[in-house]
């Protein structure tokens, strides 16, 4: 597996990474805890060194999960998790946001407890939250960073005007967001703010929460706990409507003697040398097939046609509930 460095800092990781949420939050019942620890250990026998988890997958479950499963190779892996929701101690979610400062501490206690580890590699803030100014949570980070607690700080679906702000009190790292040929809009505003700050950029759902790997039609039924039940862009009738991208990529594939999801993931790695894709998966086979994407090279050629075929298509449907739409790009 080849590596990467997140922007200009010296974080260096693997070129795909492991987004662990789904085997225990998001899309239908958690995964038997063996199950999903022994597909972590896989990850890490194949050459993956960055593995992604948060507080409030779960809560708390998949923080112990991951730090479970990475105790016996912590010097060769980076763990990424999340603040910034509002949780008990008892796992009760308000379903509010919370990045106040003595907050983010009292987190990251607990983080590094359930995570088994001395320091997080990379800490994000979940969302922004706008009752904390941004360079007061920024200013929460470097102290924990001073204080050896914390290595590099992140920040999930913020605009640029937030990344600015932030990175000006606290240099940022990385910026996860959903980024995939289902959902280009970050290359509007906030990848040019990445590149002139030289800050890495994590895209997850980069298969497009499962669609672009022609794994799902309009007939695709889901469990009913799994999140896309209330995705508008996973109505059956836009599921119809979007089958023309996996059309593309499967053609594409079929001359590249690769899948529709590794086409998906190397168009990403394609994009920019500081992007790292974290895809998902409860499954070793996919696992091993998303990792393939890494050995797929895409040409100018190939970009360039890929370019002038996805011109032809629209992709219909938001991407998040309204409720959940008004906290991202803040």
């Not at 280009?184 to 994590?202: K, N, S, Y």
């Not at 980069?206 to 209330?230: A, H, Y």
């Not at 190939?302 to 449907?317: F, M, P, Y």
């Amino acid at each position: 597996m080849q590596k990467r460095k997140l922007g200009k800092s010296n974080l260096e990781v693997s070129a795909l990474g492991l987004g662990c949420m789904g085997l225990n939050f998001g899309y239908g019942p958690a995964v038997e805890k063996q199950q999903g620890i022994s597909l972590i250990r896989a990850a890490v026998e194949r050459g993956v060194t960055f593995f992604d988890t948060a507080e409030v997958y779960g809560p708390f479950a998949n923080e112990e999960l991951v730090g479970e499963a990475l105790a016996p190779f912590r010097d060769r892996v980076v763990i990424a998790t999340k603040f910034g929701w509002d949780i008990k101690p008892n796992g009760e979610r308000s379903g509010e946001l919370n990045s106040r400062p003595e907050h983010i501490k009292e987190f990251t206690e607990a983080a590094l407890k359930r995570l088994r580890v001395d320091a997080i590699d990379l800490l994000y803030q979940h969302r922004v939250d706008l009752n904390v100014p941004i360079e007061d949570v920024a200013g929460a980070v470097r102290e924990l960073i001073q204080a050896g607690k914390v290595k590099h700080f992140g920040l999930s679906e913020a605009g640029a005007q937030t990344i600015r702000r932030a990175h000006a009190v606290q240099p940022v790292t990385a910026l996860q967001s959903e980024y995939s040929l289902f959902w280009r809009q970050p290359e509007t505003d906030v990848m040019p703010a990445l590149e002139e700050l030289g800050i890495g950029f994590v895209p997850f759902s980069p298969l497009g929460k499962g669609f672009l790997t022609g794994k799902i039609d309009e007939n695709t039924t889901f469990d009913s706990t799994d999140f896309r039940n209330i995705v508008p862009r996973f109505t059956s009738e836009n599921r119809k409507a979007n089958q023309a991208l996996v059309d593309l990529l499967t053609k594409v594939a079929a001359e590249k003697k690769a899948t529709p999801a590794q086409i998906a993931l190397a168009w990403l790695l394609a994009q920019k040398p500081w992007i790292v894709p974290i895809p998902g998966t409860t499954k070793l086979h996919r696992l091993e097939e998303n990792l393939g994407g890494a050995e797929v090279e895409l040409s100018a050629q190939d970009l360039h046609e890929i370019e002038e075929a996805l011109s032809k298509v629209q992709i219909v449907g938001d991407r998040y509930p309204a409720y959940l739409q008004a906290r991202v790009g803040r």
